[in-house]
């Protein structure tokens, strides 16, 4: 530490000291008085009973803690997320149950944290038509590294990832957190089902209320026409 330069801090150096010197004090005149702790107060015994006296009348009092996710909880205590509330991810499929991610990865490369993995591969043109070259083989998400910040859902050009209100995760384990495709795909059933859509997000008047644009699994949507045609060899 350099010298103090000029009468300011060189007084403001001595009062440092002085208040130093003070706790110094009163730190003493505290221990002093720790030191006369009776006998009976020195063994604890009666500190101790006096303890569980305590602990066993808070046994008999009803439960402060509220059952905040559960059915013992009452309607009002329940946390209810919000609309756009960013919860566990999950993967969307198109109207085929076909997985709607064509492995771009443009999510995981917009990640800030890097804790989505990608691998791609080709698909099966019975099964995912002509236009669909890629889909993912493995898709995982490292929950315990992701901070919620939506950016994957923002980056996404086929509307293939959201994110759900479950934000109650438990596990036992790190392996419990990190969400393969298949984790990520069941995710997207159960919320489905709690909103009363179908598999692809579909509702009752035929719309997909969860799309950004309401038109649903094909967000190219209005470009039909362009969608037409095989697959060339090599493409
Ligand atoms: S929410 Fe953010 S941190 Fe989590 S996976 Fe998506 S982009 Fe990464
Ligand atoms: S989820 Fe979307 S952004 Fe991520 S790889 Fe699949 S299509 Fe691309």
């Not at 010298?3 to 060189?10: I, K, L, N, R, S």
């Not at 566990?88 to 149950?97: A, N, Q, R």
């Amino acid at each position: 530490m350099s010298a103090p330069e000029t009468a300011a801090e060189t007084t403001d150096v001595r009062a440092l000291m002085g208040g130093e010197q003070a706790n110094r004090v009163s730190n003493t005149k505290r221990n002093e008085a720790e030191r006369k702790l009776n006998f009976w107060e020195r063994i604890y015994l009666i500190e101790i009973f006096k303890g569980l006296v305590n602990t066993f009348k808070m046994m008999f009092r009803p439960s402060t803690t509220i059952d905040y996710v559960g059915t013992k909880s009452e309607d009002n205590q329940r946390h209810v997320p919000a609309v756009g509330y960013r919860g566990e991810h999950y993967l969307k499929v198109d109207e085929k149950d076909n997985i709607k991610c064509v492995a771009c990865y443009m999510c995981s490369t917009v990640c800030p944290a890097e804790c989505i993995t990608i691998v791609g591969d080709e698909t099966d043109v019975d099964q995912f038509g002509a236009q669909r070259f890629k889909a993912p083989e493995v898709f995982e998400i490292d929950m315990l590294k992701c901070i919620y910040c939506g950016m994957c859902v923002e980056a996404c050009p086929k509307d293939a990832i959201a994110m759900t209100t479950t934000y109650n995760q438990v596990g036992t384990k790190r392996g419990d957190f990190i969400f393969d495709k298949n984790r990520l795909l069941k995710n997207n059933d159960e919320f489905m089902e709690s909103l009363g859509l179908a598999r692809s997000g579909k509702d009752k008047d035929g719309r997909f209320p969860l799309s950004p644009d309401g038109c649903g699994p094909d967000v190219t949507h209005g470009l039909q026409p362009f969608r037409q045609g095989v697959r060339q060899d090599g493409a």
